[in-house]
């Protein structure tokens, strides 16, 4: 498949099957470097959605698999738009704290719209939404669905 920009697209192969992000450095450029440098590290292969919410969003990214986890990394300063958290939207996953996304990202179901501002939005679903909506509900998720590889579109050639 050719994707517009390939250095900006992730394909996240899952156990539910394929899930292709085009990531928006436009609107977040700290938290796409952050999650291109963690994919091409291998960072989320075999990681968890841990906490996945039936007409919310499905949460992801932590390596031990609680929610309470994340890269060796520091924290990412907010990145806050105006843009809306709708289906589709990859957003970061943070604390209460507003500068302390990481690792964790989440991809809205719905539409989710008391996120908005509230979070950064990094990236959109463009293929591969019905795979999301298949992955197992819960929070905690018993027996979660994973992410079996992530990685930037241009690494794998699928330019």
């Given at each position: 498949m050719a994707y517009e920009n390939p250095e900006n697209?992730?394909?996240l192969e899952t156990t539910k099957g394929r899930v292709v992000i085009r990531l928006r450095p436009d609107l977040a450029p700290n938290h796409v470097a952050r999650i291109k440098e963690l994919a091409r590290e291998n960072f989320y292969d075999g990681v968890v959605f841990h906490r996945v919410i039936d007409g919310f969003m499905a949460q992801t990214g932590?390596?031990?698999g609680t929610g309470a986890g994340g890269s060796d990394k520091p924290d990412l300063k907010a990145e806050f738009t105006a843009e809306p958290h709708k289906r589709g939207t990859v957003s970061a996953?943070?604390?209460a704290a507003p500068n302390s996304a990481n690792s964790q990202f989440f991809i809205c179901f719905d539409e989710a719209p008391w996120l908005n501002k509230q979070y950064s939005v990094f990236g959109e679903v463009i293929e591969g939404m019905e795979n999301v909506d298949k992955i197992k509900k819960g929070e905690p998720v018993r027996d979660p669905d994973s992410i079996t590889t992530m990685r930037v579109a241009t690494d794998i050639g699928a330019e």
């Amino acid at each position: 498949m050719a994707y517009e920009n390939p250095e900006n697209v992730l394909i996240l192969e899952t156990t539910k099957g394929r899930v292709v992000i085009r990531l928006r450095p436009d609107l977040a450029p700290n938290h796409v470097a952050r999650i291109k440098e963690l994919a091409r590290e291998n960072f989320y292969d075999g990681v968890v959605f841990h906490r996945v919410i039936d007409g919310f969003m499905a949460q992801t990214g932590d390596p031990t698999g609680t929610g309470a986890g994340g890269s060796d990394k520091p924290d990412l300063k907010a990145e806050f738009t105006a843009e809306p958290h709708k289906r589709g939207t990859v957003s970061a996953a943070r604390t209460a704290a507003p500068n302390s996304a990481n690792s964790q990202f989440f991809i809205c179901f719905d539409e989710a719209p008391w996120l908005n501002k509230q979070y950064s939005v990094f990236g959109e679903v463009i293929e591969g939404m019905e795979n999301v909506d298949k992955i197992k509900k819960g929070e905690p998720v018993r027996d979660p669905d994973s992410i079996t590889t992530m990685r930037v579109a241009t690494d794998i050639g699928a330019e």
